[in-house]
T-cell receptor
Framework: AQSVTQPDIHITVSEGASLELRCNYS??????LFWYVQSPGQGLQLLLK??????LVQGIKGFEAEFKRSQSSFNLRKPSVHWSDAAEYFC????????????FGAGTRLFVKA | DGGITQSPKYLFRKEGQNVTLSCEQN?????MYWYRQDPGQGLRLIYY???????QKGDIAEGYSVSREKKESFPLTVTSAQKNPTAFYLC????????????FGPGTRLLVL
């Protein structure tokens, strides 16, 4: 069965430091991959997505993610974190079938310290 | 502006009471979804609907019911059979033009009195 693993439950980084959030997936074919962000008490906002082509994808708010097939990973990065980036981040995989079922990771909570 | 709205933002349920959470979208999306979110557990799928008058159970449908009488609307009823309803509920939709991507509403927090 397909699964998504986000190994880090929470991460703390200093404002201005770089960030990398890890995501590993289990899926037989090339999946559709997503990163969402959720501020407290809010819905999920799409940051970026990967379907095919260039393995480095750019998203909103200065985020990027790199698809590495050999490692079954889709890690999210940002070169310089802002205090407003503090939120929960979800990696997701969509099964490339007719139903397009989405499987979410458990999330990584990002804390930003001044 | 196109989007997904959920109401109310907060909802309180008494023991033995059914409550209904509203989800409306004006994105002309065919598919709609309900998820439950608990701390540390990510999102779990309750029900989904790919077309009007049709819906399927997700992974945790017990104690919940839905209807899809209109394309724009996908209300979720939390019945008295759901013994642990306290959670954050998220509605999402997906359209044909961007069919791999789900877009989410702002959520409803349900609390039991």
């Amino acid at each position: 069965a397909q699964s998504v693993t986000q190994p880090d439950i929470h991460i703390t980084v200093s404002e201005g430091a770089s960030l990398e959030l890890r995501c590993n997936y289990s899926y037989g074919a090339t999946p559709y991959l997503f990163w969402y962000v959720q501020s407290p008490g809010q819905g999920l906002q799409l940051l970026l997505k990967y379907f095919s082509g260039d393995t480095l994808v750019q998203g909103i708010k200065g985020f990027e993610a790199e698809f590495k097939r050999s490692q079954s990973s889709f890690n999210l990065r940002k070169p310089s974190v802002h205090w407003s980036d503090a939120a929960e981040y979800f990696c997701a995989v969509v099964e490339n079938t007719g139903g397009f079922k989405t499987i979410f990771g458990a999330g990584t909570r990002l804390f930003v310290k001044a | 502006d196109g989007g997904i709205t959920q109401s109310p933002k907060y909802l309180f349920r008494k023991e033995g009471q059914n409550v209904t959470l509203s989800c409306e979208q004006n994105l002309n999306h065919d598919a709609m979804y309900w998820y439950r979110q608990d701390p540390g557990q990510g999102l779990r799928l309750i029900y989904y609907s790919q077309i009007v008058n049709d819906f399927q159970k997700g992974d945790i449908a017990e104690g919940y019911s839905v209807s899809r009488e209109k394309k724009e609307s996908f209300p979720l009823t939390v019945t008295s059979a759901q013994k642990n309803p306290t959670a954050f509920y998220l509605c999402a939709s997906r359209g044909l033009a961007d069919q791999e991507t789900q877009y989410f509403g702002p959520g409803t927090r349900l609390l039991v009195l």
